[in-house]
């Protein structure tokens, strides 16, 4: 007499092939969900060194060398350190300008909501005016 259906033995051996590819599945899940966090972390950290250097063109290290800034969710802080220190500026004619200028190395930290999301080192000039531009009209 032939049986009909599935036998023990085989219905063991479906539920062991169905339980190993579900657990490969979501494996290959969770790692693509690994890899788009870090992802968008790095795109997150992108984005707040990008809008910090757009703000560190605003700031001149010779006049303000250290301080600390909170625009929206950034907060910014930095320190100026002089790689040269400030002397006369030469204008384009070869003459004295009337700015001493220096060279720096600002170290900045960004936090994005109390979280140190970068830290960098960035070179900037600092300028200040020193003598009065003479109108001989």
Do not use: C
């Not at 972390?41 to 992108?46: I, K, L, S, V």
């Not at 605003?58 to 100026?80: C, F, R």
């Not at 070869?94 to 970068?118: C, P, R, W």
Request: hydrophobic share 45%.
């Amino acid at each position: 007499m032939k049986q009909k259906g599935f036998t023990l033995l085989e219905a063991i051996v479906a539920l062991v092939l169905v339980a190993t590819v579900g657990i490969a599945l979501l494996d290959w899940v969770n790692t693509n969900l690994i890899s788009l966090q870090r992802v968008q972390a790095a795109q997150q950290r992108n984005d707040a060194i990008r809008n910090v250097l757009a703000f560190m063109d605003t700031v001149n290290p010779l006049e303000k060398p250290q301080g600390e800034e909170t625009i929206g969710i950034y907060k910014i802080s930095w320190n100026a350190t002089a790689i040269e220190l400030p002397k006369d500026g030469v204008s384009t004619t070869g003459g004295m300008s009337i700015f001493q200028i220096g060279l720096y190395d600002t170290k900045i930290e960004v936090h994005v909501n109390d979280v140190l999301t970068a830290r960098f080192t960035l070179r900037q000039v600092g300028f200040e005016q020193v003598l009065k531009f003479e109108d001989d009209f």
